[in-house]
């Protein structure tokens, strides 16, 4: 029997197993939460009493489905949260459990492993308090915490009204709602937003609400710092009209739309190819989410599409590995969800030049800001690294010169900003600049599970 | 097409190239250094960065004092420390029989002038605790040291560049002839270069140029792990061997340790690729638990390794071409070239301006390999299986 | 690092704010040897951010961490134990008697840290 395995228990892991089984087969579903859901869809941790339906609004019924779908799955697979999918060598994954490194052979792969928030590097931003913007809905959703009392939301992204609604509506106060992207851009994406007006108008909604609420609402900013001795104390910006303006706050939530987890991806073999929409480098695969022999992608960690997306394109992606397998399956429904995934990474793609990932304010960043805060390596050092003699010219020969992005993340954090200030400096295009290549691990592994693993 | 005539055209931007470039620069040389992809981007780069005096070759003790004393004063010739650090070294055995090993070796150090301390069990106890007590007994040489290979290569590449070197990067070698006595270069960016002599450094790639001119070695690429843990409080200063090559460690003041193990991975020097096998991974992090329990719980975070060439003996090849006077050879330096860069880049100097160097060179002539060649007992220990020697890339 | 330990300490003003209570077994454990309450099923993250102002100091020059992404991704939030175990914060959740640390032990000790 083809042994098939799906790393990632978010709704694209959830949709393709779900898919499978339908089909006779029972896939092996990897997780490194200790929960299904993912990101989004994370559940509360155990006893938390977290209103999840109010809390996901609009999105509840698909919320609670999709627990529900898994629940009724989880028995007749071989699910195994709490395990962390460290490296891939040919057929062979490398996991670690419950602190033991052990190995599991595969013949197909479905690698669905979701998205992270992409961060542009700012004055103060690695003071204690300034999180991550889907870190911030994290907190609430796995802890019920608020990352502090008053919270400024920055970066530009559609998630800053939705997680500033989520905070306001349990109790935490929103400073600001600050977005770098201009007003005017958001209209020129409107065209490709109308892909799903419904979201758009999700959207538009949150804003009102914060507006009506007092929480001043701001496009087209330039962050200037995070200020304060050893924690957040205030947020200083320039507005749209070069006004500057601080607003006191303990916590920042900061992020530029989302950025996919490609690293099994490519230890997997997939190829990557520079987008330039998204400015990120993504796996390549077809429609369905082939992406080489017995691999298969599906969800954000393949291209930012959304939740919505993403269990329709793990639902493809199983089917694809189903034909691959002869195994006939219902072609108008397989074309159905070709529709829905395609209309919905349309949006994305306009999402993306609505929320803006602001490259020129990342070029102007002062010399003194940390870019990798693993080993803090500032900009400074990375342009003066460029600027001398034989200096490096892409991104890979900047880590080996600088160190910036070889520390514990492996470049999660700040690769795409790097890849900027690499591309700006050297005054070349985006694909240019390189990518930060992985070699397994993909995350730290210790000693000590190496040692276990071998016992 | 750009048409340069140098004194002195060196083919391959490692380490050996960049300071063959230096020294003969500031000989008064015109040199051009031709890299095919960036200066130091193989395993000048990307090596454990051990400047490791124990246990060497007895024959190339000359060299290796010679090249440690330039190491000692990096600051002062290329303007950069590169991390340079005095660390020591400690050579351990963990049974009595790798211990007369130990010894052995400590006595042909000992015998070029080298100090080297023998610390048994319970000096070892006392000295580093840290250490397993698995360990039976080591020799420490104070004089080995450490600097960072990332940084080296680069910073050596500026300085010559300074004394006037020409280094073309992004540049390959399409063509080379001789006659008259004077040889003709080609590149694949246009470039040719009309001069007296060539050094032959190209690391891996060094077979291809070396056969053109009726002359061969049983080459071979391979790629040397290295890992790295994630940083942890400063207690481990020697760079630290097993006597039985299954690690070599030694932590950074930053908190690292970065650590290397046998036996070495299958490098693709035409995918310019050389993977690190998990399994390898695993071994090197459990060989490491085992020699320092007290990192256990420590991380490993990163994985790489570089293309390098190997050849059975496990020494280089290094010296003139017997086929063709003006070529020079220095290739195959099988996992020990860091150290040794310095003092071959000057050797070459002295033989392409004075036709004679002070240092040794014998034992290293490519003339070696007209016969059969007997496969070193290290060569055994360092590899998985015989590769097929005379691979070519 | 220990003046900053000793500048944070009189400064225990919390990060993190809980905005709902948890149902589950009470239980008790040590943060730098301070004895703290905290629920089953909270992570080590939540648990020493409601009780103070940074989980670590950064290796490099020491500056306060508080951990950043949340989500297991950006690894700044890699606490130790007393017993010299590493954890990663926003994914452990918090057993009883655990000895959580915000500095690393004490190298300096007697140990296998120490040295001549």
Request: charged share 20%; proline share 6%; net charge neutral.
């Amino acid at each position: 029997m083809t042994r098939i395995v799906i790393v990632g228990a978010g709704p694209a892991g959830i949709n393709a197993a779900e898919t499978l089984l339908a089909h006779g087969r029972q896939p092996i579903l990897l997780d490194e939460g200790r929960q299904a859901g993912g990101q989004g869809y994370r559940k509360p941790s155990p006893g938390l009493r977290l209103d999840m339906n109010a809390l996901m609004g609009s999105e509840a019924s698909k919320y609670q489905a999709l627990h529900e779908r898994f629940e009724s799955l989880r028995g007749q697979i071989d699910y195994r949260p709490g395990t962390l999918v460290w490296g891939i060598d040919g057929k062979t994954l490398h996991l670690q459990q419950d602190g033991r490194a052990t190995t599991l052979d595969y013949d197909a792969l479905v690698i669905a492993t979701g998205a992270m928030d992409r961060i542009a590097p700012m004055p103060g931003w690695t003071l204690p308090g300034v999180f991550g913007l889907g870190g911030a809905q994290v907190a609430l959703k796995d802890q019920g915490c608020f990352i502090g009392r008053r919270v400024a939301f920055l970066g530009s992204s559609p998630l800053l009204a939705l997680a500033a609604r989520q905070y306001r509506a349990l109790g935490a106060e929103v400073v600001v709602i600050a977005d770098t992207t201009p007003f005017v851009r958001k209209l020129a994406a409107l065209p490709a937003l109308l892909n799903s007006p419904r979201t758009l108008l999700r959207g538009l909604a949150y804003l009102g609400g914060a507006m009506r609420a007092g929480v001043p609402v701001l496009h087209g900013v330039t962050p200037l710092a995070v200020a304060g001795d050893g924690h957040v104390e205030s947020l200083l910006i320039r507005d749209a009209k070069g006004r500057e303006r601080r607003f006191a706050c303990d916590a920042v939530a900061l992020g530029y739309g989302l950025k996919p987890e490609t690293q099994l991806a490519e230890l997997a073999g997939a190829q990557l190819a520079y987008d330039e929409a998204f400015r990120l480098w993504l796996p390549q695969a077809d429609a369905d989410g082939r992406a080489g022999d017995g691999l298969y992608l599906a969800g954000d960690g393949m291209t930012i599409g959304g939740a919505d997306a993403a269990e329709a394109s793990g639902a493809l992606a199983a089917h694809a590995l189903l034909a691959d397998l002869g195994i006939p399956s219902d072609a108008a429904a397989v074309a159905a969800l070709r529709r829905r995934a395609s209309r919905l990474r349309a949006f994305q793609r306009g999402l993306s030049q609505a929320f803006a990932w602001p490259v020129a304010q990342i070029r102007a960043l002062p010399d003194d800001v940390t870019l990798c805060r693993c080993e803090k390596v500032s900009l400074g050092e990375i342009r003066q690294a460029m600027a001398q003699e034989l200096g490096p010219t892409e991104v890979n020969r900047v880590k080996a010169m600088t160190r910036c992005g070889m520390g514990r993340c492996q470049g999660r954090i700040c690769g795409p900003a790097l890849q900027e200030i690499v591309a700006g400096v050297g005054n070349i295009a985006g694909a240019e600049a390189g990518r930060l290549r992985m070699q397994a691990p993909i995350k730290p592994v210790a000693l000590a599970a190496a040692k276990a693993g071998a016992s | 097409m750009t048409r340069l005539s140098a004194d002195v055209a060196i083919i391959g931007g490692g380490l050996i190239g960049v300071w063959s470039a230096y020294f003969l620069a500031k000989r008064g040389q015109r040199v051009v250094l031709l890299e095919k992809d960036v200066v130091g981007a193989q395993s000048s780069g990307t090596n454990f960065g051990n400047l490791r005096l124990q246990g060497r070759f007895p024959g190339q003790y000359p060299l290796s004092l010679r090249s440690q004393a330039l190491w000692e004063q990096i600051e002062t010739l290329i303007g950069d420390a590169c991390e340079f650090e005095a660390t020591g070294h400690l050579y351990f055995a963990s049974s009595e029989d790798e211990w007369r090993k130990v010894e052995a070796y400590a006595a042909v150090s000992e015998s070029h002038g080298l100090t080297i301390e023998h610390l048994d069990h319970v000096d070892l106890r006392r000295r580093y605790p840290w250490l397993s007590d698995k360990a039976y007994a080591a020799t420490y040489s104070a004089r080995d040291a450490t600097a960072n290979p990332r940084l080296v290569t680069p910073a050596v590449a500026r300085a010559a560049k300074g004394l006037g070197v020409t280094i073309v990067e992004t540049c390959r070698v399409t063509e080379l002839r001789t006659g008259d006595g004077a040889f003709s270069l080609a590149t694949d960016t246009g470039l040719s270069i009309d001069c007296g002599q060539v050094i032959n450094c190209a690391g891996a790639w060094a077979l291809a140029i070396a056969e053109q001119f009726s002359e061969t070695a049983p080459l071979f690429p391979a790629g040397p792990p290295q890992f790295v843990t994630e940083p942890f409080p400063y207690f481990i200063r020697p760079s630290v061997q097993a006597v039985d090559g299954t690690v070599i460690f030694r932590q950074i003041p930053r908190g690292n340790v970065i650590l290397a193990g046998y036996p070495r991975t299958a490098a693709d020097p035409v995918a310019n690729r050389a993977p690190v096998p998990l399994a390898k991974t695993l071994a090197a992090m459990r060989h490491l638990g085992a020699a320092v329990p007290a990192l256990e719980s420590c991380h490993v975070i990163r994985v790489w390794s570089g293309i390098e060439g190997y050849l059975p003996d496990m020494i280089p090849v290094i010296g003139p071409s017997l086929t063709t006077p003006g070529l020079f050879h220095a290739f195959g330096f099988c996992g020990h070239g860091f150290q040794i860069g310095p003092g071959v880049g000057l050797c070459l100097s002295e033989l392409i301006v004075d036709g004679e160097t002070q240092t040794p060179l014998a034992p290293f002539s490519i003339g070696r390999f007209t016969g059969a060649v007997e496969a070193d007992e290290k060569f055994r220990r360092e590899f998985d299986a015989t590769p097929a020697a005379g691979n070519k890339p | 690092m220990a003046d900053l330990a000793e500048r944070d300490a009189t400064r225990h003003r919390a990060q993190l704010v809980r905005a709902v209570a948890r149902d589950g077994r009470a239980i008790t454990l040590t943060i730098d040897g301070r004895e703290v309450a905290a629920t089953e099923d909270d992570s080590v993250l939540a648990t020493i951010l409601t009780h103070g102002p940074r989980l670590r100091h950064l290796e490099f020059g020491g500056e306060p961490r508080a951990g950043f992404c949340l989500m297991g991704a950006c690894q700044d939030c890699w606490v130790w134990t007393a017993q010299g175990e590493r954890l990663r914060a926003c994914t452990t959740p918090v057993r009883a008697g655990m000895a959580l640390l915000t500095l690393p032990p004490a190298f300096a000790a007697p140990g296998p840290f120490a040295t001549p």
